[in-house]
């Protein structure tokens, strides 16, 4: 399925950027989607892949209305689940066809069919992609219920982040550091895609985990909030243990049933990946300072220096968990704590 004249068609096919969606009974949500798509600042410098899976609504009939009418090419493939919904699944099958649709030197931008993309959203992800390997961007709420017990734990969160970065500075990190890890607005190349080894095929969390995976194979992951995306607040959501599910969660407890790690236990990690990372050029005459410095012996630093690729991946290999485990606490503790921790900090660059 695609839209435009031929000449239009043979410019885009030139396009080396996809948008991967998977989209399931979104009918209500589409046009506003396309919309936001049609509203780029380039909309002509990317395809957008699109997984119709297993829509029972007129998801399909709304896209080919609005095929001609949009300034990109749109690819849709049909899914027929023969299983019960599953995200990552999905969400790897529209990948997959952004990789097919660009090929495998191509540029993989993911997102959701119920959100809107800010103006500059492909663009911003693009300049990202220039210092980084893995762009994730940030994720607002828009529409729905309100929900301030969920807006107290983003805001904690964003908190930790800006602390990290104070903390363990990274010459990819943006200025404008999140906590988000969101396939509603995850970004890299189709190589470095398949390096991570994919989406896995989990109903929920497929996100995380790829985003865990470049941490730990030392890619240089950008949290970058210029990176922006708006998504659906509503309670019904597609995925089971999804943002919908907890949600609903937060309006039942009131943010009641939340627990946090202790920000101090959090800041005792973030201080020693970044002594690892500077150890790392130095790691074989130094391992014993290291070693004492991170809580590890010096078998245990040799390890992980012979299995890191890097400092980054070295950083993330080396530091243990922290002695008795992090402490778990309510939300009002951990935010007294997160406070006392961000004004000794200077405010960590608030």
């Not at 989209?23 to 780029?40: G, S, W, Y």
């Not at 993989?108 to 300049?127: E, F, G």
């Not at 985003?211 to 030392?218: C, E, K, N, S």
């Not at 002695?323 to 961000?342: F, N, W, Y």
């Amino acid at each position: 399925m695609a839209s435009g004249n031929p000449e239009e068609r043979r410019h885009r096919e030139t396009s080396a950027t996809a948008i991967c969606v998977p989209a399931r009974n979104e009918a209500a949500l589409l046009p506003r989607f396309l919309k936001a798509l049609t509203a780029q600042d380039d909309p002509n410098a990317f395809v957008l892949c699109l997984l119709l899976d297993t829509c029972t609504d007129d998801s399909e009939a709304i896209v080919a209305a609005h095929c001609n009418g949009v300034p990109f090419e749109i690819v849709t493939r049909k899914s027929v689940a023969d299983s019960a919904p599953n995200a990552g699944r999905a969400r790897a099958a529209a990948m997959d066809l952004g990789i097919e649709t660009v090929g495998p030197d191509g540029i993989l931008l993911s997102t959701d069919a119920d959100s809107v993309p800010a103006p500059d959203w492909v663009a911003a992800n693009l300049a990202a992609l220039e210092m980084a390997d893995v762009v994730v961007g940030r994720i607002d709420r828009s529409g729905g219920i309100p929900s301030p017990a969920q807006d107290r734990i983003e805001a904690y969160y964003d908190g930790l982040a800006r602390l990290r970065r104070v903390l363990d500075p990274l010459p990819w990190e943006s200025a404008q550091p999140h906590h988000y890890t969101s396939a509603a607005s995850l970004a890299c190349s189709a190589e470095t895609y398949r390096a991570l080894g994919g989406f896995e095929p989990v109903p929920a969390g497929e996100d995380a985990r790829l985003v865990d995976t470049a941490h730990r194979l030392g890619l240089r992951v950008r949290r970058d909030g210029a990176v922006r995306v708006e998504t659906s607040a509503r309670r019904d959501g597609r995925a089971r243990g999804g943002l919908a599910d907890h949600l609903r969660d937060m309006d039942r407890t009131g943010g009641a049933s939340a627990r946090m790690a202790h920000p101090e236990d959090v800041a005792w990690r973030y201080a020693r990946h970044a002594v690892a990372r500077a150890g790392w050029s130095d790691v074989d005459t130094a391992a014993s300072v290291l070693a004492a410095a991170v809580g590890r012996s010096e078998e245990e630093v040799h390890a992980a220096a012979s299995a890191a690729p890097n400092a980054e991946g070295f950083a993330m290999q080396v530091v243990p968990d922290i002695p008795g485990g992090e402490r778990l606490v309510d939300l009002p503790t951990a935010e007294a704590a997160l406070a006392a921790l961000l004004a000794r900090h200077g405010g960590a660059a608030a």
